[in-house]
């Protein structure tokens, strides 16, 4: 008699947003590298994301679903997609996917959220205290649904458990990046103009704090004139953002060109600056720190879990902003590194372990 061994169960992964910023990193990742034990499905909406998941050879189911397309057929959505693939698991990513899996997904499989995206102060988000109060008291609801709940930082599990008062225990499952897309510090570099190149890859917008790296910015530019800073991303405060430099009389070292490929840009720059109100498991500050470069960032959220104290800073310190630009460009011996931190196959093997422990696949 043959025994045939017995299909893996189905994880459908859950994502309301198809552009490639912010979660399509993780969920790439995972869909490259795979979980142990688990089929991954990505249901997620028409755009890039379904596109480079394809490419990867993951299976994707792409419907009406998320905010674009409206709660009515997102909650369809979801549940034809259940019906269909009858996942084990159907696990959420970002605040809209874990209302609708806690709405749609009926009583069968088990419901699992990462949460990417909390802040101590929920103003930072949601831009005003009442709304910030009526999202917490919808996720406190919907997350009675659930049985696990990761965080992808300490300082995002405490967070959760502050606001939210989850029912479950909260696992600390940190992005992961791989050993091989980490290009060691001494790999030849393209060419590039010389002196100190500071770059920052945010959104400019207001909890990202780039005033206050600007004025850091123009400290430094008084003893090192030779520095360049690019502020590359798009954003409500760029028009606020040239009339600074303007008024500096910065224009002309530092340039603001829109989106860029984040690894050419690295490659061309010196440190890394990221002045966030809040920051959770930046990818952005991972992928500085693997390639060896300096890394200036605000000491909150999730950055010390990631950083060294070297690279921390106060971002209403100007002084403080310069003088950490300056030594983190100039001095090799105080950047970070991620020598010990996790991978991304080990970050896929925590998450097949937070599925075990809330009884899924059994």
Known sequence: MVLRASPSPTALWVVPVSDLAGVARHVLDVARAGIPGWRLVVL???????????????????VPFGP?????ASVASLREVVRRERPAVVHSHLSYADIVVALASGRGPR???TEHGIARDDVVYHRSSAKARVMAGVH???LRRFDAAIAVSRATADA?????HPRVPVTVIPNGVDAVSRPAALAPQPPRVPGLCILSLARLSPEKRLPALVDGFAELHRSRPEARLTL????PEQEALTAQLERLGLAGVVSMPGFVDPEAAMAEHDVLAMLSVWENCSYALLDAAARGMGV????????????????LVDAGDTVAVAKALERQGLDLTTRPGLDDWLG??????WIATAYASAGAGR
Not at 160 to 164: F, L, N, P, V
Not at 232 to 235: F, L, P, Y
Not at 296 to 311: M, R, T
Request: charged share 25%; proline share 8%; glycine share 12%.
């Open 44 to 62: 997620a909406p028409p755009g890039a994301l379904p596109e480079r998941l394809r490419d990867l050879g993951a299976t994707v189911v792409e």
């Open 68 to 72: 674009d397309h409206g709660l009515r």
């Open 111 to 113: 419901l699992v959220t």
């Open 140 to 142: 406190t609801l919907r």
């Open 160 to 164: 959760m458990r502050e606001k939210w």
């Open 232 to 235: 590359a991303g798009t954003g």
């Open 296 to 311: 200036v960032a605000s000491d909150v959220g999730g950055n010390p879990e990631i950083l060294p104290s070297a690279s």
């Open 344 to 349: 991304v196959d080990d970050m896929c093997a």
